[in-house]
């Protein structure tokens, strides 16, 4: 019975001469059917994810607390500098007294929380973390963040510490858990589907 890709009697059908074992071009492979773009083999996965270790996060986490130190310590001191001047007063009320020591103990996790949005939203790494060759990615696929990781990270981290004493101390034991995770992933980075990886040696 003649092969509905190649007949005997026609051995150049569609142009072109048959292939070694019978079969015109266009017809079944004679060992069955092969991937368009070679054998099937495993996926490449680009190289290997890092995980950052306990020490280098620790460092670059005090560098930026460091940098926010200084940061917020810059906003009062010009902020007082616009007062005085707007005012012709150097002397607070009570109540602007009362206003600069809310802000001074428990705007601490705010200016975090900003801090590391806008660090990890642009560049994926605060300064810290620049310092130290260290980055947060997608935990998924090593990609990019989304904005809505971004904020989920910072706020699980930061902002519980705009509560002085127990903030700070969730935020130390939270972080904590990277080290019972076989992908040193903290609480934070959990949440968020985040990984912090080397981008160095």
């Known amino acids: 019975m ?6 005997p009697q026609h051995p150049n059908q569609g142009g072109q001469p048959p292939q070694a074992g019978g079969w015109s071009y266009g017809g079944p492979h004679p060992g069955g059917p092969v991937p368009p773009h070679g054998p099937v083999g495993p996926m490449d996965q ?18 930026d607390y460091i ?21 012709g007063n150097s002397e607070f009320t009570d109540a602007e007294g009362d206003l600069w020591t809310f802000l001074l103990f428990f705007g601490w996790g705010l200016l975090l929380f900003f801090y590391d949005w806008l ?18 990615v997608n935990a998924e696929d090593g990609g990019k963040l989304g904005q809505g990781q971004v904020i989920g990270r910072s706020a699980v981290f930061c902002l519980p510490q705009s509560v002085p004493g127990l903030g700070h101390l969730f935020s130390a034991v939270e972080s904590m858990t990277m080290l019972g995770d076989d992908r040193e992933r903290t609480l934070h980075d959990r949440v968020a589907g985040t990984l912090v990886i080397r981008t160095r040696a």
């Open 67 to 87: 940098l926010a130190f200084i940061t917020a310590t810059a906003f009062f001191v010009i902020m007082i500098i616009v007062v005085t001047a707007l005012t």
């Open 46 to 63: 680009g190289p290997e994810l890092r995980p950052a270790g306990f020490g280098r996060r620790l460092t670059a986490r005090i560098i």
């Open 119 to 136: 660090y990890l939203v642009t560049w994926g790494r605060t300064i810290g973390k620049m310092m130290l060759g260290i980055k947060v």
């Open 2 to 7: 003649s092969s509905p890709y190649w007949n």
